[in-house]
């Protein structure tokens, strides 16, 4: 069975760092993208960033652009999620998704091309 398990959420200021990572199993990190979304209460699930573990190419949200890393280790089947600056803005439940590569990058933000996910991790950055 495909799984993917989100961990390293919790409770940061705002200006601190937290990093995400989705441990996966039931296949390997070969073939596909991998995806990490949002969403916040009200708000619909928003793509936050998203890498193709085939050649390591990678894709951000403008709202995280210079604050958030995306990583890979394909030995250990695990996906990164390095967030710096959290902003008040940036409080949600994470989720990581994988996706087919095809029509990376031009769809990678679609969340209806993502077909495993995760249970998520909240991230709540407050004062």
């Known amino acids: 069975q495909v799984q993917l398990v989100e961990s390293g959420g919790g409770l940061v200021q705002p200006g601190g760092s937290l990093r995400l990572s989705c441990a996966t199993s039931g296949f390997t990190l070969h073939y596909y993208g991998l995806g990490w979304f949002r969403q916040a209460p009200g708000r619909g699930r928003e793509g936050v960033s998203c890498i193709n573990v085939v050649d390591g190419s990678t894709y951000y949200a403008d709202s995280v652009k210079g604050r958030f890393t995306i990583s890979r280790d394909t030995a250990n089947n695990t996906v990164y999620l390095q967030m710096n600056s959290l902003k008040p803005e940036d409080t949600a439940v994470y989720y990581c998704?994988?996706?087919?590569?095809?029509?990376?990058?031009?769809?990678?933000?679609?969340?209806?091309?993502?077909?495993?996910w995760g249970q998520g991790t909240q991230v709540t950055v407050s004062s």
């Open positions: 998704a994988t996706r087919p590569i095809l029509e990376l990058p031009r769809l990678w933000s679609d969340n209806t091309k993502y077909d495993f």
